[in-house]
């Protein structure tokens, strides 16, 4: 212990009992991706019903401190009530982007980018809101650092991002609202 009586951790700051809060993401979305937090708020509360039920099931077996599968039922409860919470808070926070901006030829929140690295390798990017980032699809959010570069940005602008890395320069090669073609 440190004087004061205080624990500290390893690192010398105090820790407190919660973690500090997220850094702040932004309200935006797109619809696709309302829909699909709503389709899986709708789909937990199905979900919820039938762990319920098999958590009842278990709990009437008897000695809950070794039953597995209530022990395992408790905790999938658990998780999906802290789901289900963070959406029914978040769902009515968001700001649901439909329609393109009237600049179509500039990036925005909703833009299909397609961009080109010093090396002729292209990537294709589509700016999210942080609630449906997928980078399988290319989604990244609009909190990113590259999605912040992008912002504004014109074809055939150079856009450069600093990462761990260094300093990684990009082309804006195409700019679209739709999926490109192919």
Do not use: H
Request: proline residues 7%.
């Amino acid at each position: 212990m440190k004087r004061g009586g205080r624990p500290q951790a390893s690192g010398g700051s105090l820790t407190g009992r919660y973690p500090s809060s997220p850094a702040r993401r932004s309200p935006y979305i797109t619809e696709q991706g309302f829909r699909a937090l709503q389709a899986e708020l709708d789909q937990l509360w199905g979900r919820r019903a039938g762990v319920t039920k098999a958590l009842a099931a278990a709990a009437a077996e008897g000695d809950r401190s070794e039953n597995a599968e209530y022990i395992y039922r408790k905790k999938e409860l658990r998780e999906i009530d802290r789901r289900i919470r963070y959406l029914q808070k978040r769902l009515p926070d968001l700001k649901v982007v439909s329609r393109p901006p009237a600049e179509s030829e500039r990036i925005f929140f909703g833009a299909w980018v397609k961009l080109e690295d010093d090396s002729g390798r292209e990537a294709v990017y589509r700016i999210v809101g942080p609630d449906e980032i997928d980078p399988r699809q290319g989604y990244i959010s609009v909190d990113s650092p590259v999605a912040r570069a992008l912002m504004k940005k014109t074809l055939d602008d150079e856009v450069c991002v600093r990462t761990p890395g260094g300093e990684i320069c990009y082309w804006v090669v195409d700019i679209g609202y739709q999926p490109f073609a192919g």
